[in-house]
């Protein structure tokens, strides 16, 4: 599954149907009624009205304690019940990429607790990361989430935690679509 790079194609017809648009930082995206999440490569350009590419990659910031305590609870993208989702777009800024690992781990976890806050919402919340900024991508990561209506209200939650964290202080680029399995 490494390496494998999806498209997130955006336009008029697909899996998905959006339900809620809310661009939080920088700039939007052209309108679009559906995404397709499809299989691809660096080569090929699925059409549509936007296409935006990421690629399955290692973790960098991850513990050997916190990937087994994920690995124990997560669940898999795909359940039946999981009729929700969200596509969630980021950019970080330059001062974010030009700090050292060891850095950004700090911000990361030490002081905002992003692992630690996001295992409270699993198994509910089912999340998958894509890397786009080494792809020559205009975003950074490409985050995807599948959870059951009932499950809403906590995902926002978490949300809300995460967005009032230091490291959001480091994200300049953010679009927030919700969808709906067609
Ligand atoms: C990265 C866990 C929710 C956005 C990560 C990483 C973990 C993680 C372990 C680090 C991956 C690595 O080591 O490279 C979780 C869990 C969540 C959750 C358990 C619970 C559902 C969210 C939410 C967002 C988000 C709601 C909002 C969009 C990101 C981003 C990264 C990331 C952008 C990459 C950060 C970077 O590399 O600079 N997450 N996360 N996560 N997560 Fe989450």
């Known amino acids: 599954m490494n390496n494998t790079v999806f498209d997130f194609v ?5 899996d998905w149907k959006v339900i809620k648009v809310a661009t939080l930082r920088g700039d ?3 309108e679009i009624t559906h995404i397709n999440k499809v299989v691809s490569s660096l080569a090929h350009n699925n059409s549509g009205i936007w296409t935006l590419k990421g690629v399955i990659s290692n ?15 997560q669940e898999d993208l795909g359940r039946p019940l999981a009729t929700h989702a969200a596509f969630i777009p980021l950019r970080k800024s330059a001062e974010w990429w030009n700090l050292a690992q060891d850095e950004r781990r700090k911000i ?5 607790r992003h692992t ?7 198994p509910a919340i089912a999340r998958k990361l894509f890397h786009s900024r080494d792809i ?14 009932s499950d809403e209200e906590a995902f926002e939650e978490l949300l809300y935690k995460l967005r009032k964290t230091e490291e959001w202080n480091y994200v300049e680029r953010e679009v927030d679509i919700r969808l709906i399995k067609v």
């Open 108 to 112: 990361m976890e030490e002081s905002s």
């Open 136 to 149: 020559g991508e205009v975003f950074d990561f490409l985050t995807w989430f599948e959870f059951a209506p």
């Open 116 to 122: 630690h806050t996001g295992l409270q919402y699993l």
């Open 59 to 73: 973790l960098r910031y991850t513990e050997k304690a916190e990937k087994e305590q994920l690995i124990a609870i």
């Open 28 to 30: 939007d995206l052209p």
């Open 10 to 14: 955006g336009g008029t017809t697909g």
